[in-house]
């Protein structure tokens, strides 16, 4: 039966004042198992979790669907920099690409800060950890302690925690914690009931998505990064369970933006009583409805993205045939010509080099050299030196759409113009 408990705080005879030495009772939450939990879910919220998850299935189908991955990659950074410890977003979503091109062309050295290769590299790392995640047969208690240690390596304590931690009031005790996590005995048997209702398939995706978050967060079971993590299992539970292709829904950035609603939510969730009871089903309740609502608004703004990328690239094939007319050229090009093949790839790569052209669309390399000139020529790609003998090229209109997006996120009302970002997001584009 889930519910508060009491326990004892010793003092802390070397804190520095009389407040923060003091001991006392405080009252850790110990919440029920997953598995086996009754779930009465009301006509209301099932029927928005099945129109939230078509929504999502539409999006999926989108023509634009490989540009929101790649939007999804992109705003991967915004975890990335959280795992690095990297005060604002310095790396901008230019930069953080010509870092990840270095990686596989060895002639890109300039273009990119330090901070843009680390935070490239975690986003690989990242990446790589939910994907492993979601492939393997078993997801177990020791893969999603390998997960925070890729999410936060250079956290001191890795492995589930042996100490009781709190979120918010004093540094030195629990007493005034806005929340206090259950005791450290609890934490390797709710999590083995996590993994073992991750690895079933009990609710429905989004329903398992939701409440294996709450109760990861609930569990709290690292002593740093649980919010890292948990935002990753979002992703993960989607994933395995088909829903998604990968992680192209910014559920976490929505629930990071509306803090206020996502803390309330969580808060609710956590009832005292039996799980079977109308109080503990209203609890769980209030937690999906938020949940839903932040899973809607990702939808809603990826499929924004993409309707702007579908644009741009309506746009891009125009711009393309006037330049080829004004060269003396037929106007479109053959449809299995390396610059058709890659105009079409560059709102998932909006950034190459030839020898990158060469591997993605197995042409040689005057044909790569010809088709990024051409495109180029048409002002659709612009070069940028990245080395004396290596020039890549960069479709800087897609990484205008990235930052407005990231910027759109950051907003409470989804809208710069309504409301100023609360986090820090890069700057606004601006072109000559």
Same mark, same amino acid.
């Given at each position: 039966?889930?519910?508060?408990?009491?326990?004892?705080?010793?003092?802390?005879?070397?804190?520095?004042?009389?407040?923060? /030495?003091?001991?006392?009772?405080?009252?850790?939450?110990?919440?029920?198992?997953? !598995?086996?939990?009754?779930?009465?879910?009301?006509?209301?919220?099932?029927?928005?979790?099945?129109? !939230?998850?078509?929504?999502?299935?539409?999006?999926?189908?989108?023509?634009?669907?490989?540009?929101?991955?790649?939007?999804?990659?992109?705003?991967?950074?915004?975890?990335?920099?959280?795992?690095?410890?990297?005060?604002?977003?310095?790396?901008?979503?230019?930069?953080?690409?010509?870092?990840?091109?270095?990686?596989?062309?060895?002639?890109?050295?300039?273009?990119?800060?330090?901070?843009?290769?680390?935070?490239?590299?975690?986003?690989?790392?990242?990446?790589?950890?939910?994907?492993? *995640?979601?492939?393997?047969?078993?997801?177990?208690?020791?893969?999603?302690?390998?997960? &925070?240690? !890729?999410?936060?390596? $250079?956290?001191?304590?890795?492995?589930?925690?042996?100490?009781?931690?709190?979120?918010?009031?004093? $540094?030195?005790?629990?007493?005034?914690? $806005? #929340?206090?996590?259950?005791?450290?005995?609890?934490?390797?048997?709710?999590?083995?009931?996590?993994?073992?209702?991750?690895?079933?398939?009990?609710?429905?995706?989004?329903?398992?998505?939701?409440?294996?978050?709450?109760?990861?967060?609930?569990?709290?079971?690292?002593?740093?990064?649980?919010?890292?993590?948990?935002?990753?299992?979002?992703?993960?539970?989607?994933?395995?369970?088909?829903?998604?292709?990968?992680?192209? *829904?910014?559920?976490?950035? %929505?629930?990071?933006? @509306?803090?206020?609603?996502?803390?309330?939510?969580?808060?609710?969730?956590?009832?005292?009583?039996?799980?079977?009871?109308?109080?503990?089903?209203?609890?769980?309740?209030?937690?999906?409805?938020?949940?839903?609502?932040?899973?809607?608004?990702?939808?809603?703004? =990826?499929? /924004?993205?993409?309707?702007?990328?579908? @644009?741009?690239?309506?746009?891009?094939?125009?711009? &393309?045939?006037? #330049?080829?007319?004004?060269?003396?050229?037929?106007? =479109?090009?053959?449809?299995?010509?390396?610059?058709?093949?890659?105009?079409?790839?560059?709102?998932? !790569?909006?950034?190459?080099?030839? @020898?990158?052209?060469?591997?993605?669309?197995? %042409?040689?390399?005057?044909? =790569?050299?010809?088709?990024?000139?051409?495109?180029?020529?048409?002002?659709?790609?612009?070069?940028?030196?990245?080395?004396?003998?290596?020039?890549?090229?960069?479709?800087?209109?897609?990484?205008?759409?990235?930052?407005?997006?990231?910027?759109?996120?950051?907003?409470?009302?989804?809208?710069?113009?309504?409301?100023?970002?609360?986090?820090?997001?890069? =700057?606004?584009?601006? @072109?000559?």
């Amino acid at each position: 039966m889930a519910g508060y408990v009491e326990a004892s705080w010793p003092m802390a005879w070397a804190a520095p004042s009389k407040r923060e /030495k003091r001991g006392g009772l405080y009252r850790p939450y110990r919440p029920d198992p997953l !598995v086996g939990r009754p779930l009465l879910l009301p006509a209301d919220i099932a029927e928005e979790a099945a129109a !939230v998850e078509r929504f999502v299935r539409r999006l999926i189908a989108h023509p634009a669907g490989h540009g929101i991955d790649g939007l999804a990659r992109f705003l991967l950074r915004s975890e990335a920099i959280a795992s690095s410890r990297i005060e604002g977003l310095q790396a901008s979503p230019q930069q953080v690409a010509l870092a990840e091109l270095a990686d596989q062309d060895t002639g890109v050295t300039k273009g990119f800060t330090a901070t843009a290769r680390l935070v490239a590299n975690n986003v690989t790392a990242l990446r790589q950890a939910v994907t492993d *995640l979601v492939t393997v047969d078993v997801v177990s208690v020791a893969r999603i302690v390998a997960l &925070h240690q !890729v999410l936060l390596p $250079e956290e001191r304590h890795h492995g589930l925690r042996e100490v009781q931690n709190w979120v918010g009031g004093s $540094e030195w005790h629990p007493l005034d914690a $806005e #929340f206090v996590p259950p005791p450290p005995e609890d934490v390797l048997p709710l999590m083995e009931d996590l993994s073992s209702y991750m690895n079933g398939a009990e609710h429905a995706a989004l329903v398992q998505a939701a409440l294996v978050h709450a109760q990861f967060e609930t569990i709290h079971p690292f002593t740093d990064g649980n919010g890292r993590v948990g935002r990753a299992l979002i992703h993960t539970v989607l994933t395995r369970r088909g829903l998604t292709p990968s992680a192209i *829904l910014p559920i976490s950035l %929505v629930l990071l933006t @509306r803090s206020d609603e996502y803390v309330s939510g969580l808060m609710a969730y956590r009832y005292a009583g039996d799980s079977a009871s109308a109080e503990a089903q209203a609890a769980v309740g209030a937690w999906l409805r938020t949940f839903l609502v932040a899973t809607r608004t990702a939808a809603e703004q =990826a499929e /924004k993205f993409a309707d702007e990328l579908s @644009r741009l690239h309506e746009e891009w094939v125009e711009r &393309h045939h006037r #330049f080829r007319e004004s060269q003396g050229l037929r106007a =479109a090009p053959r449809s299995d010509s390396a610059v058709a093949r890659l105009l079409d790839l560059l709102p998932a !790569v909006p950034v190459v080099t030839a @020898r990158t052209v060469e591997r993605l669309l197995t %042409v040689t390399h005057p044909a =790569a050299r010809q088709a990024l000139e051409e495109l180029a020529g048409a002002g659709i790609l612009h070069p940028k030196q990245v080395e004396r003998n290596t020039r890549g090229y960069l479709a800087r209109e897609v990484f205008d759409l990235l930052t407005l997006t990231e910027r759109r996120l950051a907003s409470t009302r989804w809208d710069t113009r309504e409301s100023a970002p609360r986090r820090v997001v890069p =700057a606004r584009p601006q @072109r000559d």
